[in-house]
């Protein structure tokens, strides 16, 4: 008997312990984003230096989501806009694997509220026909590392921040590519499956507690 | 009425001998005129051009988001063939190291005509349309690649420095050309393009060649002609 007490002893704390560290652990780690609900937030891409182009703000609208672990194409079409000296016309926003891009994922951190988000796979292409000139097209990556911001873990609201700069060598020319702006909206997040395998010790050690308490 | 015959039979005889005499040598000047204006007539016409070897190329650059210089080159690019009259893809790479400038010829949304060129022996000028020409830009970034497509040059083909020598064939071209895109990447800048080499003539007969053959052999036929009747046999 004294030895079942003594095996039960060790079960309970043990699952005591790895519950406090499970807890512990859990708190500290981040948990993966499963979609970002872009509502807000506009993006420009421009070149650097003197005669520079610039896409201008590209308004978030309508807002659009962005599925994680998964190319989307498009993530958001863009108005065709028509002057008196060309037009763009199928520009879009899309993710894609085909040059080595991982899909679109990120993380949450609920104990810092810091989030994290890589979409080193969503480029912007479109075309611009210049009537003078001819039709132009252009497929460039949007951002080049991992975005960082904010979120509410309560409510999953969101802010990221971009501000990245690509400088490309075309010896013996150069040239840089600069993408500001912000996106704003909801982000969901996944529970960990370490988080149940938590839950179970911490209910053993309960468990375990309780029975020892009523041998006694 | 008989021994008046033979004068009568001669006078035609002669008369005939005489107009035959006139018509040959009519038709021979006519025919060695026709072989000495009409060569001269066909030289004047231009010559539509197979292929253009290109052996030297350069594309200089003055953008003020780029920088100035020359593109580069890459090693055994030339010479490169420049098909006339098809669609070619592709005619030469350009740029080196993450850099690849691809050019060739495509209709594009603007149904533009294959490229042609002309060459003007006479003058010793070259006339091209090169509207058809098109430019796929790739650099390669940690981020992914940058693509970025267009004409080559402007619609409106600025005025070109060309010359041909009928000779060798030896041709150059140059032309300026301000652009709002270089080699696509939405920059403006100035472009001095430069490419020689020699010029292939196309290898269809020009539609004078049988004209001017059909009256060298009428101008020799009837040069035989009137030898035939200038000298009878029995005279």
């Known amino acids: ?216 | 009425m008989d021994a008046r015959l033979p004068i009568r039979e001669g006078t035609a005889r002669a008369a005939g001998r005489a107009g035959a005499v006139a018509g040959a040598f009519l038709t021979g000047t006519f025919a060695v005129l026709a072989n000495l204006l009409l060569p001269a007539a066909a030289h004047a016409t231009p010559i539509p051009l197979q292929t253009l070897v290109v052996s030297t190329f350069t594309l200089h650059v003055d953008s003020p988001a780029l920088g100035s210089g020359d593109f580069p080159v890459p090693a055994g690019a030339l010479p490169a063939d420049l098909r006339l009259g098809v669609y070619q893809d592709p005619i030469l790479h350009l740029g080196g190291g993450p850099t690849d400038v691809r050019v060739f010829s495509a209709p594009g949304p603007d149904g533009l005509p294959a490229p042609s060129a002309t060459a003007d022996a006479a003058t010793g000028t070259l006339a091209v349309d090169f509207r058809s020409l098109q430019v796929a830009t790739r650099i390669d970034s940690p981020a992914g690649p940058f693509l970025f497509g267009g004409p080559f040059v402007p619609l409106t083909l600025p005025p070109a420095t060309d010359l041909y020598d009928p000779a060798t064939g030896a041709f150059s071209l140059t032309w300026d050309a301000t652009v709002p895109a270089v080699v696509g990447i939405p920059v403006p800048g100035d472009l001095r393009v430069r490419m020689a080499g020699t010029a292939v003539p196309a290898s269809i007969p020009e539609p004078a060649v049988p004209a001017l053959l059909l009256a060298g052999v009428l101008g020799a036929y009837a040069g035989r002609r009137r030898r035939g009747i200038a000298s009878p046999p029995g005279c």
């Open chain 1, 1 to 216: 008997m004294s030895g079942l007490r003594a095996i039960r002893m060790w079960v309970g704390g043990a699952a005591l312990a790895a519950g406090l560290l499970g807890a512990g652990v859990a708190s500290a780690s981040t948990l993966p984003v499963s979609k970002l609900w872009v509502t807000g937030g506009s993006l420009t891409v421009a070149i650097t230096g003197d005669g520079s182009y610039s896409t201008g703000p590209l308004t978030i609208s309508p807002p659009v989501d962005i599925v994680m672990g998964t190319f989307q194409d498009p993530i958001l079409s863009l108005p065709n806009l028509t002057s008196s000296s060309g037009s763009i016309t199928g520009a879009k926003i899309y993710s894609t694997g085909l040059y080595g891009q991982l899909a679109p994922s990120g993380t949450a951190d609920p104990g810092t509220g810091a989030l994290s988000v890589d979409l080193t796979s969503v480029r912007l292409s479109g075309s611009v026909t210049s009537v003078k000139y001819g039709t132009f097209s252009l497929d460039v990556p949007l951002f080049s590392s991992p975005l960082s911001g904010t979120y509410t873990p309560g409510s999953g609201a969101y802010s990221l921040s971009i501000d990245q700069t690509t400088t490309l060598n075309i010896a013996p020319f150069s040239l840089s590519f600069h993408t500001t702006g912000t996106l704003s909206g909801t982000v969901a997040v996944v529970p960990l499956p370490a988080s149940l395998a938590l839950m179970v010790p911490g209910l053993l050690a309960l468990v375990g507690v309780a029975r020892r308490r009523a041998a006694r």
